[in-house]
């Protein structure tokens, strides 16, 4: 079974807060709370949005309260401290009873539930543990419960994002938002909820939705077209351009990053892609293969060459222990490059678990 809250242990900050005034203001002229992760990656500027998506996406084809709910489910099998503890508070905001809250936690048969809503709790477990990742026969599983294609996109986009947030907030070992833990266990809960409700706004500037070209054609595009019609897409695309147009890390060390994870959750389809975005850079099958076997490039400059290991260990981790080989990796590359290596390896997570709505 999946840690408690309780259980969870978690290290001083990685990173330090650098906040800035310009996206704080932004954030809350979105209607946007400010927390603890936005303050350690407002320096990078794909990083900080995709950190806000995750935070604020409204669900289109997903019932609010059942988003949320999954939210925690996936905090609680990444054992992520931080996002774990936000999202149970959400839940008690939302009018959820401790009891039900503790039922969800420990995985029991909830009568509160239909059996079409223990199907979407039990994908989102199978989907943020991804001990195998979920499979055609997963999908057809939900669909059979009664899931629409758009509702199945949008749940496995919810789940891999958050998988996503739950690494950036679990690597940094960003101090949990306990003022609001604390706020939601008691009668303030309530003055809560009704200042979310007018506060509420669009969780994203006004976007047109990509066109299929548009949205496939980018690096790992392909895992984006189940999402199509989905504001899930253009989120998803423009945190995978955004990161590898960067430049805190070398392109290379980026997209061997994404092969490692690729070839460790055992997904065909990111592996191909990350082949053939390194074959573009120049390297070869003998020097792709060897690197992917042991972890090092020689075309990696020297302070990356931690990088694909540490990558490997982001997948399947305990918290204490991959925030110290965080903090270690950090010595090497400096602060600014350690915030895009977080970032990366996090979308690398998101994107390949994303990647079994191809399978």
């Not at 503790?102 to 943020?128: G, S, T």
């Not at 599983?141 to 919810?158: K, R």
């Amino acid at each position: 079974m999946a840690m408690l809250l309780s259980e969870i242990q978690w290290s001083d900050p990685v990173l330090p807060a650098s906040p800035d005034a310009k996206w704080e203001a932004e954030l809350k002229r979105r209607g946007a709370q400010v927390l603890e992760v936005d303050r350690r990656v407002a320096s990078l500027p794909w990083l900080r949005e995709a950190a806000y998506h995750a935070t604020n996406y409204m669900p289109a084809a997903v019932p609010e309260r059942l988003h949320r709910m999954g939210s925690m489910v996936t905090a609680q099998e990444n054992a992520c401290r931080y996002c774990y503890g936000a999202n149970r508070a959400f839940m008690k905001v939302l009018g959820y009873r401790e009891s039900f809250i503790q039922q969800v936690e420990r995985d029991v048969l909830l009568a509160e539930l239909d059996e079409k809503q223990r199907a979407y709790i039990a994908f989102c477990r199978r989907l943020a543990r991804s001990k195998p990742r979920p499979a055609a026969a997963d999908r057809a599983a939900l669909l059979a419960s009664g899931y629409t294609p758009a509702q199945v996109g949008e749940i496995a986009f919810a789940i891999s994002f958050g998988c996503f947030y739950n690494r950036v907030s679990t690597l940094m070992a960003c101090p949990p938002e306990q003022k609001f833990e604390r706020m939601a266990a008691g009668p303030m809960r309530w003055v809560i909820a009704i200042a979310m409700r007018l506060m509420k706004k669009p969780d994203a500037p006004a976007q047109a939705l990509p066109d299929a070209a548009a949205l496939t054609g980018g690096p790992f595009g392909a895992v984006l077209g189940p999402l199509a019609g989905l504001r899930a897409a253009g989120i998803m695309k423009a945190a995978l351009d955004g990161a590898f147009e960067s430049g805190e890390l070398s392109r290379t060390a980026k997209v061997l990053m994404f092969a490692v994870v690729g070839r460790t959750l055992g997904c065909p389809h990111c592996q191909a892609e990350a082949i053939r975005l390194l074959e573009s850079e120049g390297l070869g099958r003998d020097e792709i293969d060897n690197a992917l076997g042991t972890l090092h490039s020689p075309r990696l400059p020297q302070r990356e060459d931690g990088l694909l290991s540490w990558a490997r260990d982001t997948v399947y981790y305990e918290p204490s222990s991959i925030q110290q080989k965080t903090r270690a990796l950090g010595a090497e590359l400096g602060p600014a490059a350690l915030l895009e290596a977080i970032g990366v390896a996090a979308l690398a997570n998101g994107t390949v678990r994303l990647a079994m709505l191809l399978e």
